[in-house]
């Protein structure tokens, strides 16, 4: 297995800033001095709690505990290993990656499925566009299509790598056998069906996708990790799919449809104040957007809206504007998108077209353009605006008991919210839209929570999800305090390896266990220098662990006096078990004893001395 060597990283991690890194899945602000701040890529908030420093190269979420640094990052966002890391930023900034020397570099073989099946689709999406920009019948065919009749332009093509694959699949499997692909990663990539027991070979690859125009799909990063394929004219009869206008890839180890959001990998860096998210329901939707200046349009991957897509949309801004069909399923998609979006803390407006009963945004922008978006931002509805008027299109004419059971259907969609000021906003909104006396609305609306509250009682203990585990690093230890002054005072950590005896120690902990290999090197004077502890950090946890404590501030002013109260905790801490054991052989005359008394009396003696000892480490520090 190929082995990077340590000064390449060291380099690596000099040459590459960690901001340039994190900003391609989170939108940093600044925070002060150096440091960047945005919402964690770890798990859902809507505060921001996650810090960067670009200048020590670490992160530290103080939400969730999550730290590391540019590697690290790397790995969790991106689900690798160390070495596929590394590769992967080597190969986004330019960065050469050398191998120590026997070790070999990396191989197909080497590669793990997940980034061997990434490069399969990077090669699949470049043969599908060059097909697309071939003069022949299928090329000619697919450029008909996407020029003169959807009327997109030869520009946006190129810029999205649009691509065609004939009635027979354009080649793919005698392309992508040329590229020497593992037979594990043609049978899982979903572009192709292969029978289980079958040997790959160029007539078991039959591929999914003929006579379609290809609509690549990237995630959050940009790299191509499925298709959308549209019927044509050259769709085959014998397609499994004939029917279907729309195919998306399947799940493969690179794609969940529910955890992608088309062109966010785009409209994620046009996104601020002002301009907020669109979400469109189609990919095309989305292109024609694009097209016409609109760049913050994303859509869904031909699927319901998923909790995952939102949380990913929220890492990068919290505002929202929907602007599906106003037909009966583009409507009934926004109301299921409506409580979801509450819930993961996004602002939402629905956009819809005065006067005009359908609207469909593919054709509206393709025949008004930009200025199409200025008209519909006109005759935005608030969330509860549009969810009244679905619930009860007429109030003035309704009866009180339609008005009530309107009201509770809004209800289901206020209780999303978490903020009690946007729930009691939201009850003033809906009352006024559906003239509701006020203060019954607040009331009706009480009751509905203690009657949502009695049933969340009633289920059994099993459905109630567990509270996460406290994160390890975050206990409070000595060994964590000398750790922190290790890394922060670095002077400090020569003496403290001459007057902290090894034993005293806890090594079951990573405190422990790291403030005993540091001071191991401070003894022996082979301290790298906290810049450069990749090859003493053994463990995720460890790794973990030092970014936490380099990123943590110090909060004390006397780093010397911190340590000798560390030391003393620790001698405590090592010693006075010791010393109770002998005071309670001493007062049971009738116990077995290991020593005779008198050595006893002389050990009790010595740990007293020992215990009140003055600790101090002026001299050498």
Same mark, same amino acid.
């Given at each position: ?29 600044? &925070? ?34 999550? !730290? ?19 590769? %992967? ?47 022949? #019948?299928?090329? =000619? ?90 019927? #044509? ?63 913050? %349009?994303?859509?869904? *991957?031909? #699927? ?86 679905? %619930? ?13 059971? &309107? ?11 978490? !903020? ?23 009331? =009706?609306?009480?009751?509905?929570? *203690? ?5 969340? %009682? ?32 670095? &002077? ?32 022996? =004077? ?12 053994? #463990? ?72 009140? *000892? ?8």
């Amino acid at each position: 297995m190929p082995v990077i060597k340590p000064t390449c990283v060291r380099d690596l991690k000099l040459r590459v800033n960690l901001a340039d890194v994190v900003a391609r899945m989170v939108t940093l602000r600044k &925070a002060g001095g150096a440091r960047l701040k945005g919402l964690c890529p770890f798990h859902n908030e809507k505060t921001p709690s996650f810090n960067v420093d670009p200048d020590k190269g670490y992160y530290h979420c103080f939400g969730c505990g999550k !730290s590391g640094d540019i590697i690290s990052f790397v790995r969790e966002t991106e689900q690798l290993n160390f070495s596929e890391a590394v590769e %992967a930023l080597g190969k986004r900034f330019g960065i050469p990656i050398e191998y120590e020397e026997g070790s070999g570099g990396p191989s197909t073989a080497d590669r793990t499925l997940r980034q061997e099946v990434f490069d399969l689709h990077d090669a699949a999406a470049e043969h599908y566009f060059q097909a697309f920009k071939a003069k022949d #019948t299928t090329g =000619d065919a697919m450029r008909h299509l996407w020029i003169e009749q959807r009327r997109f332009t030869a520009e946006l093509a190129d810029e999205f790598k649009i691509g065609a694959a004939d009635a027979t699949g354009s080649g793919l499997g005698a392309a992508m056998m040329r590229r020497k692909f593992s037979e594990e990663a043609l049978r899982r990539c979903g572009l192709f069906f292969v029978y289980d027991d079958a040997a790959i070979t160029l007539q078991s690859l039959r591929p999914r996708f003929r006579g379609r125009l290809m609509i690549p799909i990237r995630d959050h990063q940009g790299r191509v990790c499925a298709f959308t394929a549209r019927q #044509t004219d050259l769709t085959p009869a014998d397609d499994p799919a004939k029917d279907a206008k729309y195919v998306n890839s399947p799940e493969t180890p690179i794609f969940t449809k529910g955890n992608l959001l088309f062109n966010l990998d785009r409209a994620r860096t046009a996104v601020g104040e002002g301009k907020p998210f669109v979400m469109v329901e189609g990919q095309l939707d989305a292109l024609r957007c694009w097209s016409v200046g609109l760049k913050t %349009a994303i859509a869904p *991957q031909g #699927t319901s809206i998923t909790e995952g897509q939102l949380v990913l949309m929220r890492r990068y801004h919290t505002q929202v504007e929907c602007f599906f069909d106003s037909d009966g399923a583009g409507q009934k998609a926004a109301l299921r998108f409506l409580p979801m979006a509450l819930k993961a803390g996004l602002e939402i407006r629905f956009l819809t077209l005065a006067g005009d009963s359908k609207v469909d945004p593919d054709l509206l922008f393709l025949e008004r353009g930009l200025a199409a978006y200025d008209e519909v931002r006109r005759g935005a509805q608030s969330a509860m605006v549009f969810a009244c008027r679905a %619930a009860l299109p007429d109030p003035p004419t309704a009866s009180a008991e339609l008005k009530s059971r &309107a009201a509770q259907t809004v209800f289901e969609i206020i209780a999303n919210a978490e !903020s009690a000021v946007t729930r009691s906003e939201f009850v003033n909104e809906t009352a006024a839209h559906l003239r509701l006396p006020l203060a019954a609305a607040h009331k =009706d609306f009480q009751t509905f929570l *203690q009657r949502q509250n009695r049933l969340a %009682a009633a289920r059994p203990p099993g459905a109630v999800p567990a509270a996460p585990p406290p994160t390890p690093h975050t206990a409070h230890t000595s060994e964590r305090d000398l750790l922190l002054l290790c890394l922060h005072f670095e &002077a400090i950590g020569k003496p403290l390896s001459h007057s902290l005896p090894h034993d005293w120690i806890d090594l079951s902990h990573p405190a422990g266990a790291l403030l005993n290999r540091f001071l191991g090197e401070f003894e022996h =004077d082979l301290w790298p220098g906290k810049d450069h502890l990749e090859n003493l950090l053994e #463990t995720d946890a460890e790794r973990s662990m030092v970014a936490s404590l380099l990123f943590e501030t110090p909060g004390f002013e006397d780093p010397l006096k911190v340590a000798q109260e560390g030391l003393r905790q620790l001698r405590t801490r090592a010693l006075e078990p010791r010393l109770r054991q002998i005071e309670l052989a001493l007062a049971n005359p009738h116990a077995e004893i290991e020593s005779d008394p008198i050595s006893l009396l002389k050990e009790r003696s010595e740990l007293h001395r020992l215990l009140r *000892q003055p600790i101090s480490l002026a001299a050498s520090a």
